[in-house]
């Protein structure tokens, strides 16, 4: 662990980058702490939500060892994160809803395969395999669609049929994350090098900890007596 003394008091990059992989750390292990407190049908969304800041942790110790002994970014590691906590995350409006009523499977299929267009499209234009610009609107088009399915799609339509407040609360929460908090994301792929890194990093703060927060807020405290 001698990699520590290379970070200095001006790399706010670095500094990100280590705030937000102790941070993934403490409230993965918050939510696998918490599991016993929370009713059951209420258990797999907080669960999930355990695995996508687990993951996420472990990529981060690794891309801030790179950013510290390189000043490189960490690109491939970023997005073999994203390619398993994104569809994660976009899959939770299924799990959700699901606590409340049954779900069609063709609504998870949706959101899954939208969300993976939408990672694969980001890859492809950052790596070069494809136009960066070309990359830029099929990933933002996947992303749009998914804000269309969750306020006024089938989803949306699910969640006006069902009563339970702590389901409404989280998923109308969550779906603001992902239109708001998730466009920390395009903003920092137009950015590319130049402060792209820290935009992520933010955005992953916010992303991933808070959008499972939420999640287990719903399940602990507004969960239908």
């Known amino acids: 662990m001698g990699y520590i003394t290379d970070l200095k008091p001006t790399d706010y990059v670095g500094i990100s980058f280590w705030l937000i992989s102790l941070g993934l750390t403490a409230t993965t292990a918050f939510f696998v702490l918490e599991q016993r407190s929370l009713i059951p ?16 942790a472990i990529h981060y110790f690794y891309m801030r060892y ?3 002994k390189t000043g490189k970014s960490p690109i491939v590691y970023r997005y073999i994160d994203w390619f398993l906590t994104v569809p994660l995350q976009i899959v939770e409006f299924y ?7 049954k779900i069609p499977i063709e609504v998870f299929y949706r959101l899954l395969g939208a969300s993976i267009i939408m990672i694969l499209a980001g890859f492809l234009g950052e790596t070069k395999v494809i136009d960066r610009n070309t990359g830029f609107v099929v990933g933002t088009a996947a992303w749009l669609y ?7 799609g089938e989803a949306a339509k699910y969640k006006e049929s069902i009563n339970d407040e702590s389901i409404k609360f989280a998923y109308d929460n969550l779906r603001w994350i992902v239109t708001i908090g998730w466009s920390i994301y395009p903003i920092g792929y137009l950015l590319n090098k130049t402060n792209m890194n820290l935009l992520y990093n933010i955005g992953d703060l916010v992303n991933k ?16 007596k």
């Not at 998914?146 to 006024?152: A, C, K, L, N, T």
């Open 146 to 152: 998914i804000i269309y399915e969750i306020f006024y």
């Open 41 to 56: 049908k209420w258990q797999l969304p907080v669960n999930i939500g355990a695995l996508v800041t687990g993951i996420a």
């Open 95 to 101: 799990l959700i809803l699901s606590v409340g009523k």
């Open 66 to 68: 790179m950013w510290v």
């Open 209 to 224: 900890i808070l959008f499972g927060l939420i999640i287990w807020y719903s399940a602990k405290y507004l969960k239908k």
